[in-house]
């Protein structure tokens, strides 16, 4: 695992990005992804995680395994317990989807990106940042 301690890793590029892949259709990113997410569920979300994931976090970026991705989130999640959860947007086009979601934990809020891609008939994620939002 190549998990290291984070710098100031602009997001700028990312959610470029993002704005490229959504379209105006109705499609809605898997609820599923959304649902593990609002109750802080590292297990659940660990299912649609992609072999290798790149996770960017507040104090760890790096690729690593989904059995990896998985301890390092749920480190995440009982150090900041959820108390809302909620996707501000998303897209889709082809086979990849995105969403932005507002995650909050106590008085502090964070910003979910997911970037997922289909394969076979299932959603993996692929990246997965989360990043503190100071407002």
């Known amino acids: ?26 499609a809605q990113f898997p609820s599923a992804i959304v649902q593990a997410t609002n109750a802080a569920d590292a297990d659940e979300l660990s299912k649609y995680f992609n ?6 976090l507040p104090e760890k970026t790096g690729v690593c395994s989904d059995a990896q991705a998985k301890l390092v989130l749920n480190e995440f999640f009982k150090k900041n317990p959820v108390t809302s959860f909620r996707v501000i947007h998303q897209g889709i086009r082809e086979s990849s989807s995105f969403a932005i979601g507002k995650y909050q934990s106590g008085s502090t809020n964070y910003r979910f990106y997911f970037l997922t891609k289909n394969k076979d008939s299932k959603t993996y994620i692929h990246q997965l940042r989360i990043e503190r939002q100071d407002d």
């Open 51 to 56: 072999s290798k994931i790149e996770l960017v």
């Open 1 to 26: 695992m190549n998990i290291q301690r984070s710098t100031s890793i602009s997001g700028k590029i990312v959610v470029a990005l993002f704005l490229m892949l959504s379209t105006a259709g109705h």
